[in-house]
């Protein structure tokens, strides 16, 4: 299946909010609410900051969100800090015990 | 607490094999399933399929079947990506990841094991 559409780059100053948009089909991100994101920085690996579209993992600040409209999910990063630059990957169920990546957003934090 | 450890860097020659390991430790091994994920350079992730731990059944993504093996040794609680015939193409890092055993998601991620193919 194809990846996921994702912008390639999105910024923002210090205590802004930056949304990050992530689109699918109707067979994957329209379908389940299984997308995930991951923040990576450079040279590490990727870490779980939310999942099934809206939940956070224990320890990830509440300044991340997740929202999904038809085939569009979408991350929040509110109050933007500096540490907060870094690569973005969303992930969505596919069906079949299939997962499939968006290519990924860079985040500048101006 | 959970780890998953995987092998170092590898350098390999156009048409060799490389055998990537991934230990898991801090968890029960065979409750969650091991999924692998490709990053070649600059490039986003992608999922290249996963293995149950249970029962060692393997399954691939469309654009990772042939050349891609996946395994277990559960003893040591290890899976390992194997890749044949390696072309230049080939050359990423490569993750391993644990599928969580309450939502759809990869809670935790071994440090990648970046493979060069080149001549």
């Known amino acids: 299946q194809s990846a996921l559409t994702q912008p390639r780059s999105v910024s923002g100053s210090p205590g802004q909010s930056v949304t990050i948009s992530c689109t699918g089909t109707?067979?994957?991100?329209?379908?389940?609410?299984?997308v995930s994101w991951y923040q990576q920085h450079p040279g590490k690996a990727p870490k779980l900051i939310l999942y099934?579209?809206?939940e956070r993992p224990s320890g990830v600040p509440d300044r991340f969100s997740g929202s999904k409209s038809g085939n569009t999910a979408s991350l929040t990063i509110s109050t933007l800090q500096a540490e907060d630059e870094a690569e973005y990957s969303c992930?969505?169920?596919?069906?079949?015990?299939?997962?499939?990546f968006g290519g990924g957003t860079r985040l500048t934090v101006l | 607490q959970v780890q998953l450890v995987q092998s170092g860097s590898e350098l390999k020659k156009p048409g060799a094999s490389v055998k990537i390991s991934c230990k898991a430790s801090?968890?029960?091994?065979?409750?969650?399933?091991i999924n692998w994920m490709r990053q070649a350079p600059g490039q986003g992730l992608e999922w290249m399929g996963w293995?149950?731990?249970?029962?060692?059944?393997?399954m691939y993504a469309q654009d990772f079947t042939g050349r891609f093996v996946f395994s277990l040794d559960t003893s040591v609680s290890t899976s390992y990506l194997q890749i044949s015939s390696l072309k230049a193409e080939d050359s990423a890092v490569y993750f391993c990841?644990?599928?969580?055993?309450?939502?759809?998601?990869?809670?935790?991620w071994g440090q990648g094991a970046l493979v060069t193919v080149s001549s």
């Open positions: 992930c969505s169920y596919a069906g079949s015990y299939t997962f499939v």
């Open positions: 293995i149950n731990t249970n029962t060692g059944s393997p």
């Open positions: 990841a644990r599928g969580s055993e309450t939502s759809s998601a990869f809670d935790y």
């Open positions: 109707s067979n994957d991100v329209g379908f389940y609410n299984f």
């Open positions: 801090g968890y029960t091994f065979t409750k969650s399933a």
């Open positions: 099934d579209v809206v």
